[in-house]
């Protein structure tokens, strides 16, 4: 299968997904920890981010505003990113297993739960012996005012501003630079293995909702850039066609999620029937991006389950 007939299966599944993921901010609600739920944006410096490595992807095209971020459900969210950049998050020498992933954070593709599904994941994956690295891939543009970009979002949410259906070339050219930043991410982390202690054939990808469709279409694409490995976190459950050299596949959704809860499992299915391995945690409760928050569900087991299906294929120890 060439690439191109793999990115029109990725296009397809972005197509699909397209009305969801601009809900995907608008609905984080669901997500937050309990007992509290501050949904307010509030805006806060650039945090600093020790290690970022520029990812050489260059400036968004026709992008005007500066990154900024805001914190929301005791989370850090970054937006209009415009530069991608790759942080590293590395284990103890004396525990690293030589396993790496490349953590994709979700938001729509408008912005990135940096803190809840980029770093708190990539610090416990260390914990673990695992390296990993924090895409911040490049955004959409929205606006610069935070009570102009809430707006935005509740409209998207509602459906006012829903954008018309695209062809599969369209919706790759809209992923065209998100595409990009996962494929220079792969060639950082290999290009550093011997420096960063990774196992260049060993390393995976796991991504959270829009994270998730660019694990998915980064897997699909193939090429250099397809992991090792694949976990997908409350993303489209679309069907694919999938690639005979296909990786391990682990996901996790909860059954209330108001985005990728009814659709069905088209992509287990596509997985399944092409004999490639597959690992499916249908959650009751949790909603949507519950990432790392810490709630009263069993959907909060779920990075344990993502660790011990690591450990089942042979991650959490050193390649012999």
Do not use: C
Not at 119 to 137: C, I, Q, S, T
Not at 177 to 200: M, N, S, Y
Not at 295 to 313: C, Q
């Amino acid at each position: 299968m060439d690439a191109l007939t793999s990115m029109g299966g990725a296009a397809r599944l972005l197509r699909r997904a397209a009305i969801g993921a601009a809900a995907i901010a608008a609905s984080l609600a669901l997500a937050a920890p309990a007992p509290a739920q501050n949904d307010a944006m509030t805006p806060i410096a650039i945090p600093s981010q020790p290690g970022a490595v520029p990812l050489g992807t260059g400036p968004l095209p026709g992008a005007t505003l500066p990154e900024s971020w805001h914190r929301q459900y005791g989370s850090a969210f970054a937006r209009n990113v415009t530069v991608a950049t790759l942080t590293p998050f590395l284990p103890d020498p004396a525990n690293a297993t030589g396993a790496a992933v490349i953590v994709a954070p979700g938001g729509g593709f408008r912005t990135l739960s940096m803190e809840n599904e980029g770093w708190n994941v990539a610090r416990a994956l260390a914990a673990h012996g695992v390296a990993a690295f924090v895409l911040k891939y490049r955004l959409n543009p929205t606006p610069a005012d935070m009570g102009e970009f809430a707006r935005a979002m509740r409209d998207m949410f509602s459906g006012t501003a829903r954008p018309p259906r695209s062809t599969p070339e369209e919706a790759t050219a809209r992923l065209a630079p998100q595409l990009a930043d996962a494929r220079a991410a792969f060639a950082l982390v290999r290009r550093r293995a011997a420096e960063w202690r990774v196992d260049p054939g060993r390393i995976g990808m796991v991504g959270f909702s829009a994270g998730a469709m660019l694990t998915m279409a980064t897997t699909l694409a193939g090429g250099d850039a397809r992991p090792a490995f694949i976990g997908i976190i409350y993303g489209s459950m679309a069907p694919v066609t999938v690639p005979a050299d296909a990786p391990p596949m682990f996901v996790a959704l909860a059954a209330d999620d108001p985005l990728f809860g009814n659709g069905g499992f088209g992509l287990i299915d596509s997985w399944r029937t092409a004999r490639r391995p597959v690992e499916l945690h249908l959650f009751e409760q949790g909603g949507h991006g519950f990432g790392m928050y810490p709630k009263e569900t069993t959907s909060t087991g779920w990075f344990d389950e993502f660790v011990r299906w690591l450990g089942m294929h042979g991650y959490l120890r050193a390649a012999r």
